[in-house]
């Protein structure tokens, strides 16, 4: 006979451990994948102060792929600071010509 069927068998909960565990590793993993895009919204507000929801993100991502993403995100932070108007250039910053 061969001994291939008797690795698949459960017979104690110490057969079962590699099992749950694998269970645990796999629901972290899907958590994990669905918290990106709230991930993102959190990292971009505390950073940038803009306001995100997460379903966008997502719609984005899923209608534009990665780069529809970094697109918006870079029309968002254009946007901000434009708002802020323009910035000042001190005068002694410019580089001085040579005579």
């Known amino acids: 006979m061969s001994p291939l069927p008797g690795l ?21 993993l ?7 895009a709230t991930v993102f919204c959190q990292y971009l507000e505390a950073m ?10 997502r ?3 899923r209608e534009r792929g990665p780069e ?14 434009l708002k802020s108007g323009p910035i000042p250039i001190p005068e002694d910053a410019s580089p001085k010509e040579k005579r």
């Open 59 to 61: 719609r984005v991502h």
């Open 8 to 28: 698949f068998e459960i017979r104690s909960l110490t057969g079962m451990l590699p099992l749950l565990f694998a269970g645990l590793l796999f629901l972290i």
């Open 48 to 57: 940038t102060g803009i306001r995100l929801e997460a379903a966008e993100v």
């Open 30 to 36: 899907v958590v994990s994948f669905r918290s990106r």
């Open 68 to 81: 529809g993403v970094r697109e918006m995100f870079l029309d968002l932070i254009i946007r901000e600071d």
